[in-house]
T-cell receptor
Framework: KAGVTQTPRYLIKTRGQQVTLSCSPISGHRSVSWYQQTPGQGLQFLFE???????NKGNFPGRFSGRQFSNSRSEMNVSTLELGDSALYLC?????????????FGSGTRLTVV | GDSVTQMEGPVTLSEEAFLTINCTYT??????LFWYVQYPGEGLQLLLK?????DKGSNKGFEATYRKETTSFHLEKGSVQVSDSAVYFCALRMYRGSNYKLTFGKGTLLTVNP
């Protein structure tokens, strides 16, 4: 079966712009989570969506937002980009919120802010 | 709060050497524990898991045992291959508030030379 698909794979944006990243979960998975990965901070949790509702949120400023559609696809948006937002953004899907079996991750979107 | 500490890398080994990557955790309660692997240019893949004390997770020759008394989940492999070169992440998952939360370690880069 198809895995978690993230688009685009690479993005270059200018400071002050906004960006939207997309994540299509594994078919049948209803929970989508987003993580930011940087060399300095490692993997940091952004938010989790289930049935179009945000169920959990990490400690990121309001410039970071997300949503989930009825088909479980999710988007995250970052407004007013800063240089420090350069990172690999990973999406992970799971069957339900709280499954003990871990997530399936996508390959990520590499965002570079210049 | 919950935290995961894993040995800092990079770890460099020769092919067929024995691998140990240490991981300890701090959590109030009984977390599920995971090892994820990230190959160059890819997202994270679940390598193995353990959901209760004394469980042993295993996959692709890798093993880790959930040790409650030492709050550890060390990753081992008896004979590494060049293809095992990747970043390895230890993670725990706990129910917090009204949601599950996944907490990652910083990751350990493993390089295996022929």
């Amino acid at each position: 079966k198809a895995g978690v698909t993230q688009t685009p794979r690479y993005l270059i944006k200018t400071r002050g712009q906004q960006v939207t990243l997309s994540c299509s979960p594994i078919s049948g998975h209803r929970s989508v989570s987003w993580y930011q990965q940087t060399p300095g901070q490692g993997l940091q949790f952004l938010f989790e969506y289930f049935s179009e509702t945000q169920r959990n949120k990490g400690n990121f400023p309001g410039r970071f937002s997300g949503r989930q559609f009825s088909n479980s696809r999710s988007e995250m948006n970052v407004s007013t980009l800063e240089l420090g937002d350069s990172a690999l953004y990973l999406c992970a899907s799971s069957l339900e919120v709280g499954t003990p079996y871990g997530y399936t991750f996508g390959s990520g979107t590499r965002l570079t802010v210049v | 709060g919950d935290s995961v500490t894993q040995m800092e890398g990079p770890v460099t080994l020769s092919e067929e050497a024995f691998l140990t990557i240490n991981c300890t955790y701090t959590a109030t309660g009984y977390p599920s524990l995971f090892w994820y692997v990230q190959y160059p240019g890819e997202g994270l893949q679940l390598l193995l898991k353990a959901t209760k004390a004394d469980d042993k997770g295993s996959n692709k020759g890798f093993e880790a045992t959930y040790r409650k008394e030492t709050t550890s989940f060390h990753l081992e492999k008896g004979s590494v291959q060049v293809s095992d070169s990747a970043v390895y992440f230890c993670a725990l998952r706990m129910y917090r508030g009204s949601n599950y939360k996944l907490t990652f370690g910083k990751g350990t880069l493993l390089t295996v030379n022929p």
